[in-house]
């Protein structure tokens, strides 16, 4: 079986650009989490989604965002980019949030440079 | 909130030996999973074991075992007969029962091989 995929794995943007990341969760998964991962900060939890809806969302501004498709893949999406974004963005999935099954798997992570 | 803490933000270990990890939690709530992940410098964040809060039996995975005591709010890891893939950072993290957040992780700790 195939695990999460993410893409881009690299990319480089400028300040004030907005940028979305894309996520495959592994298949039958439904659940699909996004943590950002930073030198400073550690891991941070972003949002959660299920079955297409926000279950769960971390403390970050507004300018991040996502959505869920009916195939389970996720986007997120960085809007008016700062330098302090610039990061590891994780992407995991897990069969079914909240229940015994409920462990992520993560992806190999987008490496975003904000310049 | 939930804290999750590694105090040691390294440690090393000689091929074949043993090695424990520590981590401690701060939550109150009563049903909740622990986990270890290891994240190798490919950046891919791996799962190493999980321990539900409601079994008081430690779980184990190969060479890898957990101490869970659950009234100390204390969840180490032991690797057995320490091998060089295993060098990687290691990080605990917290769930509560519900999935009511995502995973709460510690700030790591870097583990070295010696050949």
């Known amino acids: 079986k195939a695990g999460v995929t993410q893409t881009p794995r690299y990319l480089i943007k400028t300040r004030g650009q907005q940028v979305t990341l894309s996520c495959s969760p592994i298949s039958g998964h439904r659940s699909v989490s996004w943590y950002q991962q930073t030198p400073g900060q550690g891991l941070q939890f972003l949002f959660e989604?299920?079955?297409?809806?926000?279950?769960n969302k971390g403390n970050f501004p507004g300018r991040f965002s996502g959505r869920q498709f009916s195939n389970s893949r996720s986007e997120m999406n960085v809007s008016t980019l700062e330098l302090g974004d610039s990061a590891l963005y994780l992407c995991?999935?897990?069969?079914?949030?909240?229940?015994?099954?409920?462990?992520?798997?993560f992806g190999p992570g987008t490496r975003l440079t904000v310049l | 909130a939930q804290t999750v803490t590694q105090s040691q933000p390294e440690m090393s270990v000689q091929e074949a030996e043993t090695v424990t990890l520590s981590c401690t939690y701060d939550?109150?709530?009563?049903?909740?999973?622990l986990f270890w992940y290891k994240q190798p410098p490919s950046r891919q964040m791996i799962l190493v074991i999980r321990q539900e809060a409601y079994k008081q039996q430690n779980a184990t995975e190969n060479r890898f075992s957990v101490n869970f005591q659950k009234a100390a709010k204390s969840f180490s890891l032991k690797i057995s007969d320490s091998q060089l893939g295993d060098a990687a950072m290691y990080f605990c993290a917290y769930r509560t029962g519900g999935g009511a957040d995502g995973l709460t992780f510690g700030k790591g700790t870097h583990l070295i091989i010696q050949p």
């Open positions: 939550t109150s709530e009563s049903d909740y999973y």
């Open positions: 989604y299920f079955s297409e809806t926000q279950r």
């Open positions: 995991a999935s897990s069969l079914s949030p909240g229940t015994s099954v409920d462990t992520q798997y």
